[in-house]
């Protein structure tokens, strides 16, 4: 089976520029999780989703991130205006049992 | 809050010499996950630890889980470079599919 996908895989732009990613999970899988993992840390989360509602965005700063998944399939993530300190991976993960997450590739961005 | 800690952070280790990584959690969890992660690349899942007294093993990797004493240990046998990695542990925020909370991270480089 395919596994999660991600775009852009890079990014680089300037801050208080802003930036979407998008992500499109396994096939089937109903929770989609968006984590930022900063260089030299473990992934902390950002937002998740259970099909197409929110249940914890406790962690997302609401004043410049958003995230969406409008079919309860893709989901989008968008940073406006980004920070110097928002420069990370992007890591998107799905999962169906035993809260096992497959993540995928990450977008790197980089904010100048 | 949960807490998830990981010892060593940093592993330098000869081929062939035997290993062990630790992984210590604050809170009650039945559920603990290792993932590795190359250098630029997602995560890949190693293995899921469903209960107490769980092991399971992939090649000259061995993971337990003691949940009594909120520990897990990833065993490494006869390392090999290919190895070299970063290994993260994970616990499940709460029960049921929920975020994960991930340690630092296990950077281990297996010289000749």
């Known amino acids: 089976e395919a596994g999660v996908a991600q775009s852009p895989r890079y990014k680089i732009i300037e801050k208080r520029q802003s930036v979407a990613f998008w992500c499109n999970p396994i096939?089937?899988?109903?929770?989609l999780y968006w984590y930022q993992q900063i260089l030299g840390q473990g992934p902390k989360l950002l937002i998740q989703f259970q099909n197409n509602g929110v249940v914890d965005d406790s962690q997302l700063p609401k004043d410049r991130f958003s995230a969406e998944r409008l079919k309860g399939v893709d989901s989008t993530l968008k940073i406006q205006p980004a920070k110097l300190e928002d420069s990370a991976v992007y890591l998107c993960?799905?999962?169906?049992?035993?809260?096992?997450?497959?993540f995928g590739p990450g977008t790197r961005l980089t904010v100048l | 809050e949960l807490k998830v800690e990981q010892n060593p952070l940093f592993l330098s280790m000869q081929e062939g010499k035997n290993y062990t990584i630790y992984c210590n959690y604050s809170?009650?969890?039945?559920?603990l996950y290792w993932y590795r992660q190359d250098p630029g690349k997602s995560l890949e899942s190693l293995f899921v630890?469903?209960?107490?007294?769980a092991v399971k093993q992939e090649g000259r990797l061995m993971a337990s889980l003691d949940t009594k004493a909120r520990l897990s240990t990833l065993h490494i046998t006869a390392a090999v470079h290919d190895l070299s990695a970063t290994y993260f542990c994970a616990v499940d925020r709460d029960s049921g599919n929920t975020p994960l909370v991930f340690g630092k991270g296990t950077r281990l480089s297996v010289i000749a």
């Open positions: 993960a799905s999962s169906r049992r035993y809260n096992e997450q497959f």
């Open positions: 096939s089937g899988h109903a929770t």
């Open positions: 630890l469903l209960s107490n007294g």
């Open positions: 809170t009650t969890s039945d559920r």
